[in-house]
């Protein structure tokens, strides 16, 4: 990377010696957004294919979620939950009319909701499916990513992300993502849901062949077992469909939502659920200080207006092919592979040319923000309203960078 200038030096020298290093953040240190365009302390832009990990599917400053979010602000911006804000109804009646699902609950955090819907999916079990007190199982998925709570750690698989946190708890087990022979093999009488991301974002856009999450849907209503869509990066528009499990026509028991919930503006999360098992939570059963705060609720109103009409999903499939065959020119050439929906893509880097982050290194230097998942691999997340020329301007970098490094590899 170019060298820091004095600025930025600063910043990650401050930073590094108050602060906590539980990222690894790139030396790059941003001071404004537009659009799809973020800016550094010294004035470089650089277009943004990391969407904050989808929370900013609507661009940075977007004057339209501003205006919302100022204007609850300026009227009332948080009760507790011991009385009614208005605007909680309406916001209730869009996401579920949005969704297809019948009652939603609302948290802060991708983590938080996560949380939720297991808390709702044991209750479930013991309650309405009979599992015995203390012995309901919860089947999730290697390569999953949930949060980072010390329950989510409890069945995640990344041993980085778990070492010395333990004990974990217990009641998870985990079956190969893809597999329905697996998840089928797995579910026991006391079975009470499957969590599982419709595509795995974090595992570096792992899509599911086609076909998957119905099969899930079929044998988890056949069994019994809850159907848990984890839509926090999927959810929102992100894929071309408003939501992930929507591509294949399906409706799981429990969704969770966050991310660009709120356009990136504030942490909002919720949970989506049929009458049967949000029935579980009576008053004093789950709840938190921030869920469903008037700016949260005004912000995600106006995110699922805005969805409701169609119009980014749209684009956003018409557009895919922009991005996901320019990619694909490249596999065989330096890539191993590519693999996406909507304006959401996954490339693995051919070893020959380098690492992950060697690319990520070279798009920086040419203005593309971007960030790799695993070693080889790179995930791309242009906000939904990034236009033709933006994707095209992302194509071209990438295949420059691909280009150079696969004609200068040792043979
Ligand atoms: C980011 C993410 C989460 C966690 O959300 P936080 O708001 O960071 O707690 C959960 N699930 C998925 C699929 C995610 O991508």
Redesign the pocket.
């Known amino acids: 990377m170019t060298e820091l200038s004095q600025r930025a030096r600063a910043e990650i020298d401050t930073a590094a010696r108050y602060g906590t290093s539980n990222y690894n953040p790139m030396p790059l240190v941003l001071v404004e957004g537009k659009g799809a365009w973020v800016t550094d302390v010294d004035g470089k832009r650089y277009l943004d294919a990391v969407s904050a ?3 900013t599917n609507f661009g940075h400053a977007n004057e339209q979620f501003i205006e919302v979010a100022i204007g609850q602000m300026r009227k009332l911006e948080l009760t507790s939950r011991s009385v009614h804000a208005e605007g909680f109804g309406k916001f209730a009646e869009a996401i579920t009319k949005l969704s297809g699902m019948d009652r939603v609950l609302m948290m ?7 949380e939720t819907a297991i808390k709702a999916a044991r209750k479930w079990g013991y309650k309405v499916k009979g599992i015995p007190e203390n012995q309901a199982k919860i089947i999730a998925m290697h390569g ?6 010390t329950t ?1 750690m409890s069945f995640s698989d990344d041993e980085n992300a778990r070492d010395g946190f333990g004990p974990f708890t217990p009641g998870f087990e985990l079956v190969n993502y893809n597999d329905i022979e697996a998840l089928e093999a797995a579910i026991d009488d006391n079975t009470a849901a499957v969590i599982l ?1 419709p595509i ?3 595992g570096g856009v792992i899509v599911p062949d086609e076909g998957y999450l119905k099969a899930v849907r079929e044998l988890t209503r056949e069994r019994n077992v809850l159907m848990i869509c ?5 959810g929102m528009g992100r894929t071309g469909t408003t939501f992930r499990f929507q591509a294949e026509e399906i409706l799981p028991d429990l969704v ?1 939502v ?2 660009s919930l709120s356009a990136g503006l504030v ?1 909002v ?1 919720a949970v989506l659920g049929s009458n049967e098992v949000m029935a579980v939570f009576t008053p004093g059963t789950h709840g938190s200080t921030f869920g469903g705060n008037p700016v949260a609720v005004a912000l995600a109103t106006a995110v699922c207006e805005e969805l409701a009409t169609g119009k980014w999903q749209q684009q956003n499939q018409e557009l895919h092919p922009v991005l996901f065959d320019g990619l694909r020119a490249l596999v065989g050439r330096g890539l191993t592979d590519v693999r996406g929906a909507g304006l959401w893509v996954g490339v693995d880097i051919d070893p020959a040319i380098g690492t992950a982050p060697d690319v990520v290194n070279d798009l920086i230097e040419r203005g593309v923000l971007i960030k790799n998942t695993r070693p080889q691999s790179i995930r791309i997340a242009l906000p939904i309203i990034a236009n033709r020329e933006e994707i095209e301007l992302l194509v071209r970098e990438m295949t420059a960078v691909i280009e150079a490094r696969w004609a200068a590899r040792e043979q």
């Open positions: 990990f989808s929370a802060n955090t991708g983590a938080e909701a996560n999953n990513f949930h949060g980072r709570t989510i991301e795995q974002g974090e984890d839509e926090v990066q999927t969770t966050a991310k942490p999360s």
